[in-house]
């Protein structure tokens, strides 16, 4: 089948020319997808094996093999590993490689930030575990609490735990923008929003959710490398600072971050059901909402993991009603899949059996996650056995368990090979009762008094036997993972081949060959409905004309350049083409960039950070301007004219100004955390100023600020004649927004020198400066901004309805928000320590 | 009773823990010796009753949904949306509610007065400072209180995050470097309870335990008197003084404190009281001289990552040594 020469259309999408394209410069889904799927597993088996040698070390009482120094690491990287680098991860790559399919696109909406995505993963799982080299493991458990993370008390491990762990960081936030945008304009026409498949549903909520945790959670880490690198005071209780913050933003992200796991693994089970009861799951509404209600409900929940700090009875009652409404929500899911399954004789495939041990294990943690919410139950097993074993049956029952469904599922889509039936139920056995084995004993250590992290437990204490269970339990599990990889390594030579649709499913991904070309579908698939490939033979409703045109003009095309059909969020009614990027480096190199500044901080030289961001600004840079041999060719592409559909939209019909509304979601959340801390320290602290400092003079801000507002005016004003087309009186105006920003910042640093306290004076200190930088990283990069429409307008300005109206939009978008923080930013800094003093 | 009656008494409660009937359960949730604990208890048994049932309940039904006959269309009965609604949303609801209910009235928060005894724990990598300032009385590693009544506990730390856990008593409440979190305990009757941290804080977490000894009020008041009586005696003698002088030349008085002595130093368990003391290493091995010794040579052996040093001795100093701190009761 490859005799044939490739026509242009296939040789648009291949991932590379070259063998070293292929590699560094790919930006296609599908092979981004499984590279982070597999570089997910790699972590997996690690995190697995360093569990195994912590069971081995705890099988009897007073065990001495393993160093308490050791144990610590061990237990450390496993948490972070399985937490960060697989769960996560994982179901970001799946996501990457299956939603495009799912909803009928070609690929994600930016394909060069998928590849940027990943490569920032890769790097910051080599950062965390290249700590092992040095032999400076990362100690301080994965959620580091302060001041056992702090300086004082930890070494350089916590640092490139904290450095690997924001890369990581910033590839989450990146797919999630990518999740959220893809799923709202890239859907097929026709899969209005209420005929999206449920995964597709999970996948919008959690891409939402990443984008306030993620980014809450990055900021936490950010504090605590300054409070290690720069002397910063944020959670150093003898100098003002507070150890409970950490708690406070961790957990607002950690909370979440469970149903971002939990979520998409739902959403797994929620294809996987009604495909083997060959039926339409049951009440579809009633799990949308149920989803979208724990996506709500888990940002109020971060509380409960606080129950034992002491806070005030009445406030933890809250918490305690609103995760028991999780409760409800999880319920509705459950009865939902129970209800699909009723008497629809589903057949038993092994992607069916790990569902139902998913509903096993799972209920089951629900439920003790249900009694460790009530308030008094929980001061006794808290940070006992009894929750290391609530925490697995729910991340392993719900979350492992799905993945492997999910993987029993689409493998052979994803390879094209079929797995081994029988291979495939000995590995859900074994890891079935392995499981349970492992886990079920320790909620009994909990209840016998054995606290968790401990490297090893009294004889007195009686929990030999338990152990020793687990123990063996943990090995049965192990080798079920084994034996599914061996099915899976297996497969690919020896497997069945794997038609289009071997389960007879009922979404789209199941209607483009097994594995998938290049470019997902030639031609672009149209939805009459929820289940796609069940309803085809069904007389279409009457086809909307436009659609027609618009999937014609876009059949196997067009050739010189990636395209996809881009539609209403809601309504999924064709309303642009939407142009995708071919392969890049600046991807790879920007994350390389990353990398090198994440590695200067690491050592202290600052130097070598600040080049590694230089570097990496040069290379978003250049991956942010036009290429002109890509322009002409869309200029001269007849999909537009064909489809009567606009390729360069400038206004909500295109993927950016989405995109810009999530970068509005990360930066609100930014700001958020900051003003939260500054409120939360202030609120601990008895007198503000700390430690009679005076409060900040009103006189030179009230000019800098004043010049920055006085900057989104001009802007308008220069935005106003672009629209009219009058270039000169543009580009003079938008070089007077520049100034008014650039004075701004000139005048923020006059100010500082001006200050008699410093960012380590005291935690007062620390959040003046770190808030005012926060907020200059902003102005700077809108003036970069500014800066790059300027040069855009030299050579495109005729192009104002196109991309240069695109670019103008964004600018505008993002400053107006810089604006909006800038005063927000006053208000906090200056105007509140006048207030109720 | 005399100090060596309570001394009997308590190794004979001691000895009931350990192999008597019922078992090893000093360090449990589900043996409750105070009426917190008891009510805590007692939510869990109520709560397993009733989530146990729902997760039978819920196993069940998915049981008979795979297995039953299969329709020419399949539905839930009573149709999709009423099952779901119901089942996974109305009949939670109103069992997730009761327990809210039952949870915010179960009586676990327990407080005293002025007149109840105070002591403050303070936290330290990794051992427990045990101080009553009424009293006057410092110790390490163990608290004594007395019986059936609600006691003051002023829970700090003195470095990273602890966590204080006595489970047959009450539940657990975490020891903060920036503020004191005050928190009553009781026991109902006289025994011993262990505890231990709580929150992972460093190399030794795993070691650092402490025990509760619940005495009779008037076994109470012996016991304070007694300590502070001793506090004065026992340094008195030339023969101490010797000894003394030893334990300052190698080191000890570096980082811990002899009431009366020179030795002042914080650093460390205070050592006024060592001979009675009832553990070495917060827990780790039963308080003797063949323990002690061994502990003194190395400790870093014994307690790997622990902040005490090693210390060089010559065999005579070692039992000079030994043979003070036993006889500081």
């Known amino acids: 089948m490859t005799t044939r020469p490739l026509t242009e259309f296939e040789k648009t999408w291949s991932p590379g020319v070259s063998r070293a394209a292929r590699w560094f410069a790919v930006v296609n889904n599908q092979p981004l997808g499984k590279r982070y799927m597999l570089t997910a597993f790699v972590f997996f088996t690690i995190g697995g094996v360093l569990a ?101 008390y930890s070494g350089l491990g916590v640092d490139f735990w904290l450095l690997g762990l924001s890369l990581v960081e910033i590839a989450g936030i990146t797919a999630g923008v990518e999740i959220v945008v893809t799923i709202l304009k890239l859907r097929a026409p026709g899969m209005t929003i209420s005929r999206m498949p449920l995964f597709v549903w999970a996948l919008l909520v959690t891409g939402v959710m990443i984008l306030f945790a993620f980014t809450t959670l990055l900021v936490a880490t950010v504090l605590l490398e300054m409070d290690r690198s720069i002397g910063t005071r944020f959670f150093d209780s003898a100098a003002g600072g507070n150890s409970l913050l950490w708690q406070h933003l961790f957990w607002f992200f950690g909370h979440p971050e469970v149903y971002i796991m939990f979520l998409p693994a739902t959403g797994i089970v929620s294809m996987i059901v009604p495909t083997f009861a060959q039926r339409p799951i049951a009440a579809y509404t009633l799990v949308a909402v149920a989803m979208m209600l724990i996506g709500f409900l888990s940002f109020g929940l971060w509380v409960h993991h606080m129950f034992t700090t002491g806070l005030p009875p009445m ?68 940070d006992t056995y009894f929750i290391v074993a609530h925490f697995h049956y729910v991340l392993i029952g719900g979350v492992v368990f799905p993945v492997f469904a999910g993987l029993h599922y689409w493998l052979p889509k994803i390879t094209g090979r079929m797995l081994s039936e029988t291979l495939g139920q000995w590995s859900f056995w074994l890891m079935f009762i392995g499981f349970n084995a492992a886990f079920f004993p320790m909620h009994i250590m909990g209840f016998l008094g054995m606290p968790r992290r401990v490297y090893t437990y009294p004889k007195s204490l009686g929990l030999t036997e338990e152990n020793v269970i687990a123990t063996i339990g943990s090995f049965v599990l192990g080798i079920g993972f084994l034996v599914f990889a061996g099915n899976w390594l297996r497969s690919l030579r020896r497997g069945e081949r794997a038609s289009e649709n071997p389960w007879h499913a009922h979404s789209l991904e199941w209607s483009t060959e097994s594995p998938p070309p290049n470019f997902t579908f030639g031609t672009p698939p149209i939805v009459t409905s929820r289940e796609p490939l069940w309803t085809k033979t069904e007389v279409p409703a009457p086809q909307n004309e436009n659609v027609l045109r618009a999937q014609k003009a876009l059949s196997n095309a067009p050739e010189r350049w990636r395209a996809t059909l881009a539609t209403d969020p809601l309504k999924a009614e064709p309303h642009a083409i939407q142009y995708l990027a071919g392969p890049s480096y600046q991807p790879f190199l920007a994350a390389l960039g990353f990398l090198t500044a994440f590695i200067g901080v690491l050592v202290k030289g600052y130097l070598v950070a600040a080049l590694g961001m230089i570097f990496a600004a040069g290379a978003i840079a250049v991956w942010l301007s036009p290429g002109k041999r890509w322009l002409q060719y869309v200029a001269s592409s ?11 939209p400038n206004d909500r019909r295109s993927t950016a100004w989405w995109a810009m509304l999530c970068v509005y979601a990360i930066g609100i959340t930014c700001f958020g ?18 430690n009679g400092i005076a409060v900040p003079e009103l006189q030179l801000p009230l000019l800098s600020y004043g010049l920055l507002l006085a900057s989104a005016g001009t802007f308008y004003w ?73 040069l855009r307008m030299l050579n495109f300005f005729e192009n104002r309805i196109g991309f240069t109206g695109l670019q103008m939009r964004i600018t505008a978008m993002f400053w107006y928000f810089t604006v909006i923080a800038a005063v927000a930013v006053f208000a906090v800094l200056y105007i509140s320590p006048r207030l109720f003093a | 009773m005399k100090a060596p009656q309570i001394r009997t008494a308590i190794a004979l409660m001691t000895a009931t823990l350990l192999c008597g009937c019922g078992g090893e359960h000093f360090q449990s949730v589900l043996h409750p010796a105070s009426p917190e604990a008891g009510e805590i208890s007692r ?162 977490h795993a070691w650092m335990a402490f025990e509760v000894v619940a005495l009779s009020t008037n076994d109470f008041q012996q016991w ?15 023969e101490r003084k010797f000894s003394h002088e030893v334990y300052m030349r190698v080191g000890c008085g570096q980082c811990h404190a002899i009431k009366g002595t020179s030795a002042v130093a914080q650093i460390g368990p205070d050592l006024t009281h060592f001979g009675s003391r009832r553990t070495i290493g917060a827990g780790l091995m039963t308080n003797n001289t063949e323990t002690l010794t061994r502990w003194i040579l190395a400790p870093q052996k014994m307690k790997p990552g622990n902040l005490m040093p090693h210390t060089k001795l010559t065999d005579e100093e070692l039992q000079e040594l030994v043979a003070y701190l036993t006889s500081l009761k």
């Not at chain 1, 918490?319 to 459950?334: D, E, K, N, R, Y």
């Not at chain 2, 146990?52 to 297995?67: H, N």
């Open chain 1, 638 to 648: 007849p999909a537009s004219t064909e489809s009567g559909l606009p390729v360069h």
């Open chain 1, 52 to 152: 195994l040698l912590m069971r081995v070390q705890l099988t009897v009482p007073e065990n001495n093999l393993i160093d308490p120094h050791v144990f610590n690491q061990l237990f450390t990287m496993h948490g972070s590993t399985m937490m960060f680098l697989f769960a996560v991860p994982f179901l970001e790559g799946l996501t990457l490689y299956i939603l495009p399919m799912m909803i009928g696109s070609r690929d994600v909406a930016f394909p060069r930030l998928t590849a940027f995505s990943y490569w920032t993963y890769l790097f910051g799982g080599i950062l965390f575990y290249s700590s092992f080299l040095f032999g400076t493991v990362p100690d301080a458990g994965w959620f580091a609490y302060t001041p056992l993370s702090g300086p004082r």
């Open chain 1, 315 to 382: 406030a933890m009652s809250f918490f305690t009603a609103a995760s028991l409404m999780i409760g409800i929500a999880s319920g509705a899911q459950v009865f939902a899949w129970i209800g699909t399954l009723w008497g629809a004789k589903p057949i038993f495939k092994t992607a069916l059996l790990f569902v139902f041990g998913f509903i096993f294990i799972f209920v089951f943690g629900g439920i003790t996650g249900v009694m460790i919410a009530v308030v008094p139950f929980d001061l006794q097993v808290h």
């Open chain 1, 718 to 790: 220069a935005t106003r004649a672009f629209w009219a087309g009058k270039k000169k009186r543009t580009q003079i105006v938008l070089a007077g927004s520049f100034v008014l920003g650039a004075s701004f910042i000139a005048l923020e640093i006059l100010q500082f020198s001006q200050l008699e306290f410093s960012p380590r004076t005291n935690a007062y200190g620390s959040l003046f400066y770190v808030i005012s930088w926060t907020l200059d990283l902003f102005v700077l990069t809108g003036l970069a901004m500014i800066g790059a429409m300027q």
């Open chain 2, 43 to 204: 939510l869990w048994w109520f709560m397993l009753a009733v989530c146990g049932t729902v997760f039978v309940i819920v196993i069940a039904l998915l049981i008979v949904a795979i297995g039953r006959r299969g329709n020419r269309k399949p539905q839930a009965p009573g149709g999709d949306a009423k099952f779901v609604l119901i089942g996974g949303m109305l009949i939670p609801g109103i069992i997730l509610f009761v327990l809210l209910i039952y949870s915010i009235s179960a009586k676990v928060v327990l407080t005293g007065d002025e007149r109840n005894l105070t002591i403050q724990v303070i936290g330290h990598q990794w051992w427990w400072e045990v101080r009553y300032p009424n009293q006057d009385i410092v110790i390490a590693n163990e608290i004594y209180i007395p019986v059936g009544e609600p006691v003051r506990l002023q829970l700090k730390s003195a470095d990273v995050i602890h966590s204080f856990w006595v489970p047959n008593l009450h539940g657990k409440m975490d020891m903060l470097p920036e503020h004191i979190n005050t928190f009553w305990i009781r026991a109902d009757k006289p025994g011993v309870y262990r505890g231990q941290c709580a929150e992972f804080c460093g190399a030794q």
């Open chain 1, 673 to 690: 955390a900051l003003f939260f801390s500054y409120f939360y320290i202030r609120l601990f602290s008895a007198s503000w100023p700390q």
């Open chain 2, 224 to 238: 304070v008197s007694e300590r502070r009586k001793l506090a004065v005696e026992q340094v008195a003698s030339a």
